[in-house]
């Protein structure tokens, strides 16, 4: 297993386009982490899912952003009528999860680089 | 207050020389504490975890965590060109579920 890997690596699109990424974790990682990070930033949490469950989403997914995990495999995060705002590296992240609930280290992907025309 | 904070850098050091880096975070119950590498238009890499206080060495790189001070650092010794980079503190806990939150990251330059 080479590590996370997200696909497109760089999406150029029109504003109000919809746009799709892909991202393949780590086989034995059972948790999957979306970041977006825009430039002079660190990565800013946007979900998570423990297997195929989604637990939690961050207020800066709007309505527009959607993310699934089915089978509890790989991950695609969706946006729809896609903005200029929307422009940022979006960052794929896995991790197995410990007992008592603690995380360990996250391991990230290359990243989908996003620019909105 | 952001939940994580780093020294806003840039930071030059010459080579040979130590770079520190500074960070603290806000939530008092953080458990666990990483330093992420990340080259210019590459992702994040992790370099360094701690979970105690205390120091700890991995190589060129030590990590040192004071919980009572909420303050966690980075120094790089004999600091190398190939070291300029981004670097990021990352923290997770209990009460924010374990997802790792992250500072905006401070940026080192090595002069040769």
Request: hydrophobic share 30%; with cysteine.
């Amino acid at each position: 297993d080479t590590g996370v890997s997200q696909d497109p690596r760089h999406k150029i699109t029109k504003r109000g386009q919809n746009v799709t990424f892909r991202c393949d974790p780590i086989s034995e990682h059972n948790r999957l982490y979306w970041y977006r990070q825009t430039l002079g930033q660190g990565p800013e949490f946007l979900t998570y899912f423990q297997n195929e469950a989604q637990l939690e989403k961050s207020r800066l997914l709007s309505d527009r952003f959607s993310a699934e995990r089915p089978k509890g495999s790989f991950s695609t995060l969706e946006i729809q009528r896609t903005e200029q705002g929307d422009s940022a590296m979006y960052l794929c992240a896995s991790s197995l999860g410990r007992l008592a609930g603690v995380t360990g280290e996250l391991f990230f992907g290359e990243g989908s680089r996003l620019t909105v025309l | 207050q952001k939940e994580v904070e780093q020294n806003s850098g840039p930071l030059s050091v010459p080579e040979g020389a130590i770079a520190s880096l500074n960070c603290t975070y806000s939530d008092r119950v953080s458990q666990s504490f990483f330093w992420y590498r990340q080259y210019s238009g590459k992702s994040p890499e992790l370099i360094m975890s701690i979970y105690s206080n205390g120091d700890k060495e991995d190589g060129r790189f030590t990590a040192q965590l004071n919980k009572a001070s909420q303050y966690v650092s980075l120094l790089i010794r004999d600091s190398q060109p190939s070291d300029s980079a981004t670097y990021l503190c990352a923290v997770n806990s209990y009460s924010n579920d374990y997802k790792l939150s992250f500072g905006a990251g401070t940026t080192v330059t090595v002069r040769a």
